[in-house]
């Protein structure tokens, strides 16, 4: 799940300007991890019951779902380590999407490759625009 490199809150910070952070420091996210993550996901989405996006379960839902699953996975696995950093550089990020396609919400993952968004709904890692970057309204770590 992790590298085993600590991001303090000053690198996060720098990476994820504005981001609200709720511990002192992070354990960098393994991108491939990520990518074997999501299938974990998919399968629990479906024991709850949900299929696909509606109003009662829309981007907010699937980005927090995948942000808290991911982290108690970190969690449990890591229950016995006396890691610097306990929780994953994993959030929840909210932004404007380009065309005025409206709000959006997505994960966001400090990784050994850098920072990468991460749409919950399919498990693609998407490019956001310069436009849509600077459109960051909310970042929570």
């Given at each position: 799940m992790s590298t085993g490199r600590v991001i303090t809150q000053s690198e996060l910070a720098i990476t994820i300007p504005g981001a609200r952070m709720t511990d002192a420091v992070f354990a960098e996210v393994s991108s491939q991890w990520?990518?074997?993550?999501?299938?974990?996901?998919?399968?629990?989405?479906?024991?709850?019951?949900v299929?696909?996006?509606?109003?009662?379960?829309?981007?907010?839902?699937?980005?927090?779902?995948?942000?808290d699953?991911?982290?108690s996975s970190h969690s449990s696995a890591c229950w016995d380590h006396l890691l610097p950093a306990r929780p994953l550089a994993l959030g929840e990020v909210w932004y404007q999407r380009d065309k005025d396609c409206g709000r959006h919400a997505v994960v966001v993952a400090l990784t050994e490759r850098g920072r990468i968004f991460v749409e919950p709904q399919t498990g693609?890692?998407?490019?956001?625009?310069?436009?849509?970057?600077?459109?960051i309204y909310l970042a929570v770590f």
């Open positions: 990520l990518k074997r993550f999501y299938p974990r996901f998919r399968k629990e989405l479906s024991r709850a019951g299929s696909r996006w509606n109003d009662r379960f829309n981007c907010r839902q699937f980005t927090g779902f995948y942000v699953l991911a982290q693609q890692e998407l490019h956001l625009s310069q436009k849509e970057l600077a459109s």
